[in-house]
Nanobody, 126 residues
Framework: QVQLVESGGGLVQAGGSLRLSCAASGRTFSSYAMGWFRQAPGKEREFVGCISMGGSTTYYADSVKGRFTISRDNAKNTVYLQMNSLKPEDTAVYYC???????????????????WGQGTQVTVSS
């Protein structure tokens, strides 16, 4: 099992940027793909993006493609979500998640992730 702690959320104006961090502990971080999800009030949790264990492959939801970038630093056991050109509709609680198995490369399915952080709030004002 891996423990995940997100940070970096906050209030930002539309068009602004934020960088979220997710620190992992408890197992070999570099052996697992990582993902970011978000959940807005009254809506289901939605996939944002994911990154392979080595960081060479990323995959994004269409709604954030070209604005958000996922990266990871395996030496620091940390994955990042750089969010640019933020829109009010990006307002949500953002969660990082670790893949359930080492064999998972990139995936958008929540069932493929076995560990989740507690979430960090991102609010984008218009």
């Amino acid at each position: 099992q891996v423990q995940l702690v997100e940070s970096g959320g906050g209030l930002v104006q539309a068009g602004g940027s934020l960088r979220l961090s997710c620190a992992a502990s408890g197992r070999t971080f570099s052996s697992y793909a990582m993902g970011w999800f978000r959940q807005a009030p009254g809506k289901e949790r939605e996939f944002v993006g994911c990154i392979s264990m080595g960081g060479s492959t990323t995959y994004y939801a269409d709604s954030v493609k070209g604005r958000f970038t996922i990266s990871r630093d395996n030496a620091k056991n940390t994955v990042y979500l750089q969010m640019n050109s933020l829109k009010p509709e990006d307002t949500a609680v953002y969660y990082c998640a670790a893949a359930r198995y080492r064999s998972i490369q990139v995936t958008m399915a929540p069932r493929d992730f076995g560990s989740w952080g507690q979430g960090t709030q991102v609010t984008v004002s218009s």
